[in-house]
Structure formats: structure tokens, C-alpha cells
């Protein structure tokens, strides 16, 4: 039985195929399962070191929505422990706060019925596909609310941060956020400066995965050695400087004299000769390190997460559309206010927070590491004065790099859009079986009970989708005690879209020529991999060069992944679900000599490329030590040989 009999059991799929012929858009199904990572029936080692890096994936994420929670934890106690200092907690606090610490068993708790699960799974799996909900909700709720709907939203619907499907999703809800947010803006100078929900949400997204991972590998060396040097002391607030310089002077000599008096006004200490003496170097220090983490971060763009550049472009573009006579200089200025403000500077000056050292810095080193935040945050702002007027002295680090810090800042917007990439990620969506978030009865509970409390202004028509779920599902339950708060697995359904069983039909009508060509050449070389034995362990080649390579050899030992056999053919099966291909190779069982004699891919337009691509593959694999080049049109025109039906032959003779 031919390939195409095994695994074409009717016509039908050939009829399609010449149906959307015409359309060059061809279906893919086999592929793209590859490609999407759902090719369960094989267990070779690359489908072990994709299932093992998706669970790698899965494990940072969850430890990222742990991290998350507990530093929030920190912020409850610390606000406790202040009311306890200042006031006497009453004992009914203290007990509240004992049980807050306490451990959580997940497996214990209250849960919904099944038919609350299937509410909530609709629920969810709409708030996820359609983030205009989530975005519309962000703006509407209080500084008091966003905290625990933020951990909801970036850690647990859209908490896979490394699935592209989510992490577009969740920038797109970031568009709509700051659509709103400039629609509404009534003068320039407070765009993204206040601490709103809005601000809050950018801060929160930087704390995802990406983020951390890109501020370890950039700021972690340069804030590290500079900890150990416990004893720079870089102060140079005039009337600190001045209180040290007294201090020390007493302490030395067990008096002061008449003329360094206490409790001067910064006048005084700045007018200080002794004081200018202490500071003049230390400035010079201050813009050297400065200089060194600007330099770090500026070289690192490339690396820099995907999600935040994308961000930054948004926020160009939307200034450049509310404000077009707005300048460069000003929209830099936006933009260095969420990269610095939002994203850098918390790392440097609390880097034990985002574990870029170990414990609290010293004394010195973290008086030096904020002033070199303040630096580079006067550096993206711009401000035309300084709240601390000592800042004032370290002016020259901002002109010295202000036309610097605006080609990175631009730089860094210079990103593509994933508009085309979400539409084919939501078509695969409904095609998946496994589509599930894990989430806790209280996160669900108050996402629910948030939603109602502005469901007539999220959704205002009662036959909307979201209005008809939330009526359905009720008033939403109370929030459980901690020790009953259980996380669940919650699988995602769509009420209103079938899901679909075989993508192949959307994907003709969705993707590209570019996509489907890249997906099958792709798909067609790890089948190839796959196939023979021993070729996964070779070392990693230049296809480039690979194309250029001689299609003849004569090697001196047996190839490894091809035994000797009797005169006869030996069949290697390719796959393309849009025509026949087929590549003849010959082999001399005396002197091994091989050759590739053709490979055929019969698709119109894109099928030479595909062709092409697949004889430089298989001179690698087989004819390493080619005297002569060979290219596919010669090879097809010169043998003559009859195209084989989806399977590469090798020939002994």
C-alpha cells in the first residue's frame, strides 16, 4: 500500500486540496500539529526535550504567580506591623493576621458543582478570547481592587507566559487599557504618571517571567559588584555630607568649632568649601557607574522582552495620534517613563525584591544604587529642574546622553505586530483539548463578583455574551477561608463557538503562503530527522551553505544511518498535505557511493522553495563529500525519473 492510501482513507481530502488550489492557501493539518507541539505518538528524544521545556515553562510561570502572591503577603504584614507600632493591633487583628500566614493546603475546600464549573469555564474562556472585557474592568475598579484582579489576570488566565496565544492576548488588553487611557488624557504632562490602576498594571506585567529573567541577566553582575564595596560612601546631599563631615570631626577631635554649627539650611552646607571638596569626586564617581549600567542596558536591546517593546510602541504611536505636534523629545519621555519608571529602576533599587543579589544591600551600596535610579530616571523624563536641588549637580550625565537615550528609546519600539499570528493562535484554541487555567475558588469568586458590580457598564445589552453568563451564574459566591481557598483546574469552553475538530478547513482561509511554506519545510525536515537513525546527533549546520553543497560522494566507511542492504529500494516517508512529493536518492552498495537524483514538490509557486530546501537537506544527510554540485532542476532533467508518491527512495545498484 502506497503512502497516500495509508493515510488518505478517502477522497475527500484530495478534492479539497484542488478546491483551494487556485487560493494558494493550503491546508496543513498534519504539519501545524507538529508544529503546535500536539504530535503525541512520537517519543523520539526531540519530542522529550519539547514536552520537558514545556513543563520547564509551565513551573516558571507557577513559581512567578508564587512570587507574586507572597510579595503581596510582605506588603499585608508590613502595613500591619505598622498599625501594631503606632496603635496596638487589636487581638482580633492578630489572630486575622496568624491565619493569613498559615499554610494552604490545595487540595482541600469548597467546590462548585458541575454545573457552576461549565458557567465558569464559558465565563472564563470569554474573559480570556475577548480582553476588551478585562481591559474595560481594569479601568473601572479601585486602587484597593486592582491588586488581587491583576494577580487573577497576569498570572492565571493569562498565566502562561511563554504561549503566544496569552501573551498576545494580554497585550492586546493592554492596547485597549491605554486607548482609554490617552482618549481620556487631558494635558500631556499627566499621561502614565499617576499611580492608577492603569500604572499598576504596566508595573505588574513587567513581574512576569521575561521580564525577570531579562532583569537578572542585564542588571545582576553590575548591581553585585557594586554591593561589595560596603564601604563607598557616595552621599551628596550638601546637609548630609556637612552632618557626616561635623560627626566625624567631633568624633576625632571631641569638639566642634565655633564655625560648624548644627542644623544649617542647604545653603549653608553647599556654601561649605570643606563639603564642595568631599562631593566633587563623588559626583564624578556617580556618572562613571551611571554611564557603565546605561551602556549595559542600551546594549542589551535585543533582549529585551518582546511584550515590553511592544508596549513602548503603543505608547509611540498613541501620543503621535492624541498629540501629532508632540516631539520626539517628549514622546521619549513617555516611554522612558514606563521602561525606567516601571520596569528598571525598582529592580536597581530594590534588587533583593527581584533576587538579582542576596539579602538587603548595605547601607552605602543601596544610598548609591538609588541615586543611580534617580539618574537614569532624570535621564528618560527630562525634567527641566530637580526636586532634590543637589540633583542638579549630576545635570551633565543628562546632557551627555540625552540624544543616546532617545535612539535607544525609538530603538526599542521597532518591533513587528502579531495580529495575523493571534488570529490563526484563537483558531487553534478551539481546536485543543487541554485548554485550562489553574485558579484558586477566590480568584474566580472575585473576578465574578467585580465583574457584576460593573456588569451594566461592561455589558449594557442583555443579549450580549457576557451579560446572558453572569445572569446565568447568579449572585457570586462569598470568598472562602484561606485554608479552604483550593486551586482547581478549570478547563476553558467556548458556549457559542463549535470547537474545531479539524483545523484544516480555517487554516486554508487563515494563513498564509509564507506561513504554510514555512511550517512544511520545517515539519518536513524533523520528519527526515526523525526517520534516521543517528541524525539528530549530529552537530548543527548552515543550510545556507548546505544549499550550495555538491550532491556526489564517495565516503571512505558505511553512513551510519544507512545499512547496507541487497540490491533493491529503501523507503523513507515524507508527508506534504497539499500534493505528492517525492526525492529518488542512488546508492552503489560496493563503494557507497550516493547521490540525490531528484525531489519533486509539486505545489505551484512555493513548491521549488520547499524542493530546494529538501535537496540541501538531503545532500547533507547523505553526500557530505561531494566532488561535483548538482541542483534540482539538473537532477530532475537529467534522470528523467518518475515521481514517487510521498516517500524519498534510495536506490542500490
Known sequence: MSYTEATSPSGSMSSRRLTNR????????????????????????????????????????????????????????????????????????????????????????????????????????????????????????????????????????????????EEHLLLTMFQSVLSAQFETATEFGSLLRANTPVSRMMTTYTRRGPGQSYLKSVLADRINSLIEHKALNLEINPVKVYEQMVNQIEEETGSLPPNLPRGVPPEVAQANPDVQTIIAPRLTMLMEIANSFLLTIIDSMETVPYGI??????????????????????????????????????????????????????????????????????????????????????????????????????????????????????????????????????????????????????????????????????????????????????????????????????????????DILYMEAKSTFVQLIRSLLGVADKRPYNLAAISRAPSRTSMSSPSPFLPRTSAGARRWSISCTSCSPSAVLQRNVETEEVRVVSVAFPCPDRGGKVATLLSAYLNLLFCPNSVRPLTFDEALGRTGVGLFNAAVYMLDY
Open 309 to 514: 517593546r511592544w508596549i513602548c510602541k503603543q505608547i509611540r504611536s498613541l501620543t503621535r495620534r492624541k498629540y501629532p505636534d508632540a516631539t520626539d523629545h517628549a514622546i521619549c519621555s513617555l516611554i522612558g517613563g514606563f521602561f525606567f519608571l516601571r520596569f528598571i529602576n525598582p529592580a536597581i533599587v530594590t534588587p533583593q525584591a527581584y533576587m538579582l543579589v542576596e539579602g538587603v544591600p548595605a547601607k552605602h551600596p543601596r544610598l548609591t544604587l538609588t541615586l543611580i535610579a534617580k539618574m537614569l530616571q532624570n535621564l528618560a523624563n527630562k525634567p527641566s529642574y530637580a526636586r532634590e536641588a543637589y540633583m542638579m549637580t549630576l545635570h551633565p550625565f543628562v546632557e551627555n546622553n540625552k540624544v543616546r537615550i532617545n535612539q535607544f528609546l525609538n530603538n526599542l519600539c521597532e518591533v513587528g505586530d502579531f495580529y495575523e499570528t493571534l488570529e490563526m493562535d484563537q483558531y487553534m484554541a478551539l481546536s485543543k483539548k487541554d485548554l485550562v487555567i489553574h485558579i484558586t475558588l477566590n480568584e474566580m469568586y472575585n473576578t465574578h463578583s467585580l465583574i457584576l458590580q460593573h456588569v451594566e457598564t461592561l455589558s449594557p445589552d442583555d443579549k450580549e455574551h457576557l451579560r446572558i453568563l453572569t445572569d446565568e451564574l447568579g449572585p457570586a459566591p462569598p470568598k472562602v477561608p484561606r485554608k479552604e481557598n483550593r486551586t482547581i483546574e478549570l478547563q476553558l469552553y467556548s458556549r457559542w463557538e463549535t470547537p474545531i475538530q479539524d483545523i484544516q478547513t480555517t487554516l486554508m482561509d487563515s494563513a498564509s503562503s509564507s
Open 22 to 165: 487556485n487560493t494558494n492557501r493550503y491546508s496543513v493539518t498534519a504539519l501545524f500539529s507538529m508544529a503546535a507541539e500536539q504530535d503525541a505518538d512520537v517519543d523520539d528524544e526531540l519530542a522529550r526535550a519539547q514536552k520537558r521545556l514545556r513543563e520547564l515553562k509551565a513551573r516558571i510561570s507557577a513559581q512567578s504567580k508564587k512570587n507574586f502572591v507572597l510579595e503581596r503577603d510582605v506588603r499585608y504584614l508590613d502595613s500591619r506591623i505598622a498599625l501594631l507600632i503606632q496603635n496596638r493591633m487589636a487581638l482580633d487583628e492578630q489572630h486575622e493576621v496568624e491565619k493569613h500566614l498559615e499554610e494552604v493546603d490545595p487540595t482541600e475546600g469548597h467546590y462548585p458543582d458541575d454545573r457552576k464549573l461549565q458557567q465558569y469555564s464559558n465565563l472564563f474562556f470569554l474573559l480570556q478570547s475577548e480582553p476588551r472585557h478585562i481591559a474595560a474592568l481594569c479601568r473601572l475598579v479601585s486602587l484597593s481592587e486592582i491588586d488581587t484582579l491583576l494577580q487573577t489576570v497576569m498570572f492565571t488566565l493569562y498565566g502562561n507566559q511563554y504561549e503566544s496565544r
